[in-house]
């Protein structure tokens, strides 16, 4: 089907997000319902929202398709060997000192050439689509080198063109410290990538994982400053392993988001309400490490829109499905339904620059159909795929 066809969806049930983004508060639980309509799509565009009359296709339900805010696509490798060391008493962050962790898998990367490393990506990114994900981020940090950085970022170009799904690239050149040289050079040669990176178009975001065992805030200040003067967006790993003050950091930086924050100090809280900062929540992380979640509700209550994302890598979290981060997200965020679909939907959309996660006319034909009419069916049932269909830009892609 190209993208000027007309295509119709009988959806015996929408269930959609409305407000503007970023969606917070009590917002995120006002979600809309309609019953027996049909979708018009045209050029890739929601045409029109009508009472059933005729359609290509039916559905139980349809919602906006996901959007993944945090993954850490491109990697190779397993890390099943560490999984088995944690689950025996080891901590990641003494795997990760003891040279394992970001830096076997970076070692591994540096192997793989960038054919290879396309090839696995692009089969992840179709797993992901095939539950559901129409737009995924994608970041370096296992290159921790300028050479592998940059093809790490030129496999997510890679991705970007050849794939349906809308990508977005993020610089994390500063995942783990060096092995064999200072942090200040490490930082500096990293600031001169930044131009050519900048140079190339090839990253929207630049991260840094802001943690204990990594950099601390006054270690990432100047860079950060560097990021923002040559017009890149800003986003943290912040919190995760131990509070450093990094989710607050990030919101005086004006982060797009700060993502994780596990530990995050109650005070930190107001701190990050005050900014125009999204909190990324990724509760895989919390349930592979064995650490404690983030405190979602407190954060959703004091008015933080929260998006949602998989965090999938090798080591922290070697799971993509949007079913199983849900299902997390309402047994140990404690979030409601309606709260999940805004941040996996209309929020993660927003977070990453793009116009989606809302069925309406006007928006992108970005359309996941379910076949089952419950929400609730996907988090509970989560080894179910229960999508059947998923459009991008009106396209069927699944
Ligand atoms: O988001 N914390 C830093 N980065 C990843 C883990 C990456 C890895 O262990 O390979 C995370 O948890
Ligand atoms: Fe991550």
């Known amino acids: ?98 040279g394992g962790g970001i830096h076997y898998t970076s070692t591994l990367v540096k192997q793989t050439s960038e054919d290879e490393l396309y090839n696995v990506s692009a089969r992840y990114i179709k797993e992901f689509t095939k539950h559901g994900v129409v737009g995924i981020e994608c970041k370096s940090g296992y290159g921790l080198d300028k050479e592998n950085e940059m093809k790490q970022l030129r496999v997510i170009r890679r991705l970007r063109d050849t794939l349906p799904n809308k990508i977005i690239a993020t610089f994390l050149g500063l995942h783990a410290r060096p092995k064999d040289k200072s942090v200040a050079d490490y930082i500096a040669e990293m600031k001169e990538l930044l131009k050519n990176i900048s140079k190339n178009n090839l990253a929207d975001f630049v991260d840094a994982f802001c943690d204990k065992g990594a950099y601390l805030p006054e ?65 895989n992380t919390s349930f592979y490490l064995g650490e404690p979640f983030a405190p979602a509700r407190e954060l959703i209550d004091a008015g933080i829109p929260v998006a949602l994302g998989s965090d999938f890598n090798p080591g922290s ?48 034909a970005d359309l996941v159909l379910w076949k089952t009419s419950e929400f609730l069916d996907i988090p509970y049932m989560w080894q179910e795929n229960f999508v059947e269909h998923v459009f991008i830009d009106g396209r069927k892609v699944i």
Do not use: C, W
């Not at 339900?61 to 560490?82: N, Y």
């Not at 450093?244 to 530990?263: E, M, T």
């Not at 981060?325 to 979030?335: G, N, Q, S, T, Y």
């Open 1 to 98: 089907m190209s993208n000027a066809e007309k295509f119709i969806i009988h959806a015996e049930r929408i269930l959609t997000p409305t407000f503007e983004p970023p969606v917070r508060g009590l917002d995120m639980k006002r979600v809309e319902e309609y019953l027996d309509k049909d979708i018009v799509i045209e050029d890739g565009k929601i045409k029109d929202i009508r009472p059933h009359k005729s359609a290509d296709i039916k559905a139980r339900l349809v919602t906006p398709g996901l959007f993944d805010a945090h993954t850490h696509i491109p990697f190779v490798g397993s890390r099943a060997k560490e999984f088995y060391m944690r689950a025996r008493g080891k901590t990641y962050l003494e795997i990760l000192q003891a």
């Open 219 to 283: 270690e990432l200040e100047e860079f950060f400053n560097f990021a923002k003067s040559l017009g890149f967006k800003v986003r943290l790993h912040a919190d995760e392993i131990e509070n450093v003050g990094a989710a607050k950091f990030g919101a005086r930086l004006n982060a797009v988001s700060v993502d994780h924050v596990l530990k995050v100090a109650k005070e930190d809280i107001q701190e990050i309400a005050k900014s125009q900062t999204i909190v990324t929540l990724i509760p």
């Open 317 to 364: 979290s070697p799971i993509f499905m949007p079913s199983f981060v849900m299902h997390l997200a309402i047994r140990f965020l404690k979030m409601e339904p309606e709260e999940i679909l805004t941040a996996y939907t209309v929020n993660s959309a927003y977070l990453l620059g793009f116009t989606s996660g809302i069925v309406r006319p006007g928006y992108p």
